[in-house]
Nanobody, 116 residues
Framework: QVQLVESGGGLVQPGGSLRLSCVASRTTFSTYTMAWYRQPPGKQRELVAAVTSSGSTNYADSVKGRFTISRDNAKNTVYLQMNSLKPEDTAVYYC??????????WGQGTQVTVSS
């Protein structure tokens, strides 16, 4: 079993920045594909960004150029740097990890609210 614990959410004004962190309990973290998803109020959960074990990344079109996903395997941590935040970025953000055997894990979520 892998536990994922997110932190870093909060209230920020439009145009501001936040950095989310997700710490994994498993030492084989480096072999996992890690991702951030979000679920806006009243909407379905959607992929925001992902990073593979080799470091390849992909992003939702809505966040390209504003968000950056990165990982530090020595710390079992994946980050999501969010810049130029917009009200439509308001959502619960979830950390996701997929093992090489395709087993999937989720964090508990962290609220991000972008509002003036």
């Amino acid at each position: 079993q892998v536990q994922l614990v997110e932190s870093g959410g909060g209230l920020v004004q439009p145009g501001g920045s936040l950095r989310l962190s997700c710490v994994a309990s498993r030492t084989t973290f480096s072999t996992y594909t890690m991702a951030w998803y979000r679920q806006p109020p009243g909407k379905q959960r959607e992929l925001v960004a992902a990073v593979t074990s080799s470091g390849s990344t992909n992003y939702a079109d809505s966040v390209k150029g504003r968000f950056t996903i990165s990982r530090d395997n020595a710390k079992n941590t994946v980050y999501l740097q969010m810049n130029s935040l917009k009200p439509e970025d308001t959502a619960v953000y979830y950390c996701n990890g997929v093992s090489p055997w395709k087993r999937e894990y989720w964090g508990q979520g962290t609220q991000v609210t972008v509002s003036s």
